[in-house]
């Protein structure tokens, strides 16, 4: 399931590629996605060039021309492919593998650019969506206006945490999971952030101690960026289509590891996994408190 790393370098790969080319037309063969998407509103696209391209937690934004901005959420299983002009399919970031054959069914909505590029938009289990807003009610889109500030940024400080857990009961495995605290991120670096930072994740809370706090910040801040960084972030790094899967998801220090010895050089620890709110959760039942 794509996270924030996944996302931001989908967004790279995409941005020089597609940056003022212009949609020639767009195909849906499936529009069925978590919401339904709107032919009308996807239809008005066509003839408009791609500006840019940001990303706010998951979200993708797409900005055309005329104030017109496309909202992509990639659910669990959507993705992005870049078709060149001499139809070499390539994948735009690290989460997953090109399989030709079996991609094909999945393929939802083909966008057709400019000197005969293609953009697909592919999700086997349709939970992704997208959506087209207008860029000057972009801060007031549901899907955005209750985010709370990025992993990366310098609002994402021990003031803000602290400012925002005072009188809440909650474990902070729930808090780091909960995008109105932190956006971007999902179960799979929430767990490799909180055995880095040496706390269980069914700890309460308001028994966090200050350096515990600053410690699962600056975790936050470096597991984030350490697997964007490993993701690379132009198309060419995943041009092979037997593509190694990413980097970082290879280096998982817990997640998925129950019963393997702890990673740490001076423990020896075993990795145990227990439920938090339906997700599995894996700490190290030695070195995280
Ligand atoms: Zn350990």
Redesign the pocket.
């Known amino acids: 399931m794509p996270e924030l790393p996944e996302v931001e370098v989908v967004k790279k790969s995409l941005i020089n590629k597609t940056q003022n080319l212009i949609v020639k037309a767009v195909k849906i063969n499936d529009g069925r996605l978590r919401y339904k998407i709107d032919r009308y509103k996807i239809k008005k696209i066509i003839g408009l060039k791609f500006k840019k391209i940001s990303r706010r937690s998951k979200y993708l934004l797409f900005f055309f021309n005329k104030g017109i901005v496309m909202l992509v959420h990639l659910g669990m299983t959507g993705k992005f492919f870049f078709v060149n002009s001499k139809s070499k399919k390539y994948k735009t970031s690290f989460y997953y593998d090109i399989n030709d054959e079996n991609d094909k069914k999945h393929d939802r909505v083909i966008f057709d650019l400019s000197n005969n590029q293609k953009l697909i938009y592919n999700d086997i289990r349709k939970f992704g969506f997208i959506k087209f807003l207008k860029n000057i009610n972009l801060e007031q889109s549901v899907h955005l206006k209750y985010l709370g500030p990025e992993p990366l940024s310098t609002k994402f400080n021990i003031e803000y945490f602290k400012n925002y857990i005072k009188g809440k009961e909650r474990t902070i495995k729930d808090l780091l999971m909960d995008q109105k605290f932190i956006a971007g991120l999902g179960n799979i670096y929430v767990n490799e952030i909180l055995f880095f930072g040496g706390v269980r994740p069914d700890r309460k809370i308001k028994n966090l101690k200050n350096f515990e706090i600053q410690k699962i910040i600056k975790f936050s801040k470096k597991i984030i960026s350490k697997a964007i960084i490993l993701g690379g972030s132009s198309i060419k790094d995943f041009s092979s289509s037997s593509g190694k899967k990413g980097s970082f998801q290879q280096h998982f220090s817990v997640y998925g590891k129950k019963e393997e010895n702890?990673s740490?050089t001076k423990?020896d620890?075993k990795i145990k996994k227990i439920v938090i709110a339906n997700r599995a959760s894996f700490f190290?039942n030695?070195?995280?408190k």
């Open positions: 702890c740490k423990c620890g190290c030695k070195c995280q």
